[in-house]
C-alpha cells in the first residue's frame, strides 16, 4: 500500500511563512501529479497547487505570488513554500498524488490523499 505524511503545520502570524511537506512511500513506481488542497471550516476543499512530474506547476489565482510548490522525486515528497500569510489562508492542508504502484498482479493507478495538516494565521 501507499501512505502519505504530511508535516509542517503550524500557528503563524499574518505575513510569517511556512514550509509544508508531503511524504508519499510504499510501493511506489511512479509519481505523476502531486498537489496541494485546502479546506477552511465552513467552507469547500480548494485546490492551493499542483505540479506534474516534469515540473510544470498550477497555483489559484488567490495563492500566486505568496505560494511555491516543489517536489523532490528521489524523496518522493510534495513541498508547499508559504510566504506572506494571510488570516484567510488559514485551513487544513492536504496533500493527493496521483501515482502507480506495484501490486502482486502488475502495477496500478491510483490517486491517494493525505491526512491534512493544519495552517493557523492569526495575530
Known amino acids: 500500500q501507499v501512505q502519505l505524511v504530511e508535516s509542517g503545520g503550524a500557528l503563524v502570524q499574518p505575513g510569517g511563512s511556512l514550509r509544508l511537506a508531503c511524504v508519499a512511500s510504499?510501493?511506489?513506481?511512479?509519481?505523476?501529479?502531486m498537489g496541494w488542497y485546502r479546506q477552511a471550516p465552513g467552507k469547500q476543499r480548494e485546490l492551493v497547487a499542483t505540479?506534474?512530474?516534469?515540473?510544470?506547476?498550477n497555483y489559484a489565482d488567490s495563492v500566486k505570488g505568496r505560494f511555491t510548490i516543489s517536489r523532490d522525486n528521489a524523496k518522493n515528497t510534495v513541498y508547499l513554500q508559504m510566504s506572506s500569510l494571510k488570516p484567510e489562508d488559514t485551513a487544513v492542508y492536504t496533500c493527493?498524488?496521483?501515482?502507480?504502484?506495484?501490486?502482486?498482479?502488475?502495477?496500478?493507478?491510483?490517486?491517494?490523499w493525505g491526512q491534512g495538516t493544519q495552517v493557523t494565521v492569526s495575530s
Open positions: 493527493k498524488t496521483d501515482l502507480s504502484r506495484s501490486t502482486p498482479i502488475g502495477t496500478m493507478r491510483e490517486i491517494y
Open positions: 510504499g510501493n511506489i513506481v511512479s509519481i505523476y501529479t
Open positions: 505540479i506534474i512530474s516534469g515540473g510544470n506547476t
